[in-house]
């Protein structure tokens, strides 16, 4: 399965380095990071044998900087359009897991060819169409709610300035400590001194929480491979 990590507040170099080699232990096909920030805000994919860190690792001190994060192992949609994080002006999302359910999608299936979109695409789809409802917080979580297969999600909206994430199997923890929060797909991943202060996901329910500043997503591909 794929790995995530989401990082808010400020993180050194060396352990931001750390977690992002954790991720790639869970997936090595490609990788994405995606720095959110209100002044020079960037996006780096790889293939997984090509990952440069020294090139990818930015200075984070910034107090109000958001690293979202993704190595992924392919099950469907294998072209390089689909490494995560998935971007577009409003949104920046990562997915771990496989959706096996798309009733409530437009189409009914996405066949596993390198053209087509992968699962974590058509949702990242329709969420976007779903932030423009009335209600967008309940319309998003009713259709988490609606599919079956393992989903963790966590994805930042611009307009709101908010970040949300989602389980439906537990595989999603957090830890808040005095510099930043951040969200990992492995409990063990956590350094160990922050595992004793890590709390699970409930399964089922959108969450959510307001970051500070007006930041920026920038959205653009620049894929390296292999």
Known sequence: MCGIFISYGSISRKD???????????GKDTFGISYINSENPKTFYYSYKNINFNECILSTES???LIIANSRLITNGSNEKNTQPLTNNELCMVHNGIVLDYTDLESNSIELEQTNK???????????SLLNTKNFFSEIERY???????????????????????TNNGSLFL????????????????LKKYRKHVNQINSNKLYNFSLKDDLKIYNSRNYKKI
């Open 175 to 190: 830890n808040k400590n005095n510099k930043n929060i951040i969200l990992f797909s492995e409990k063990n991943f956590f």
């Open 63 to 65: 107090k109000n900087s």
């Open 144 to 166: 988490l709610n609606s599919l079956t297969g393992e989903i963790n999600l966590v994805f930042y909206v611009k307009s709101t300035n908010q970040l949300f994430y989602y």
């Open 16 to 26: 931001l380095k750390y977690y992002l080699k954790k991720i790639t232990l869970r």
């Open 118 to 128: 992968s699962d974590t695409a058509v949702l990242f789809e329709q969420i976007s």
